[in-house]
């Protein structure tokens, strides 16, 4: 069922319907950070990993925040997003009180000093992004709905359900989605 969207924008989310049998992105929502003729960059915000982060470095100390996967692109990477961009110079907004990048140095010495908590920031492993006119293709096939984000889309507690939640807010005919199953040949 072809879903009527948002254009995609800095601030929109990217629902993947489940038609989308990629194995990095089925089942995903992904937060536009940035979108323009150069591409789009994003962040896969349902999937969070086991991995912390002391496990993947030693620049913050022994802080065990929990990595989420961002996508498959630069997985050696580590990104943030934040909700103090007010005080990490270098941010750049995203939705309203959120933030991503920004001086990791600051972030750095936040975090050591207990003045940045983890409820604060979220970091990723990896980033999502599409080439110049990607994502429109994509869009085009029917591999992603395009709506708004909100705060409680990329800081909720349960990330792992947020893909069903959002598709039951749509209403009745995406509901039937949430059913479908991941690998139909398996039906």
Do not use: C
């Not at 933030?99 to 409820?119: A, C, I, P």
């Not at 889309?153 to 939640?165: C, Q």
């Amino acid at each position: 069922m072809p879903a009527t969207n948002d254009n995609p924008t800095r601030g929109k989310i990217l629902i993947s319907e489940p038609s989308l049998s990629d194995g990095f992105f089925a089942r995903s929502v992904v937060l536009l950070v940035d979108h323009n003729a150069d591409g789009s960059f994003g962040f896969v915000v349902n999937k969070p990993s086991d991995v912390k982060l002391n496990e993947i470095t030693t620049e913050f100390g022994s802080l065990d925040i929990r990595v989420f996967l961002g996508g498959p692109v630069m997985m050696d990477n580590l990104y943030y997003l934040h909700t103090r961009g007010n005080e990490i110079q270098n941010s750049v907004p995203v939705i309203k009180g959120l933030w991503w990048g920004g001086d990791l140095e600051v972030v750095k010495e936040l975090l050591l000093s207990g003045n940045l908590h983890q409820g604060e920031i979220r970091f990723y492993i990896g980033y999502s992004g599409w080439s110049p006119k990607q994502l429109d293709r994509e869009l085009s096939e029917n591999a992603w709905i395009v709506r708004q984000a909100e705060m409680q889309h990329v800081w909720t507690k349960a990330p792992g359900s947020l893909w069903r939640r959002l598709l039951l807010s749509l209403g009745k005919d995406y509901a039937l989605w949430v059913n479908h199953p991941s690998d139909p040949s398996l039906n």
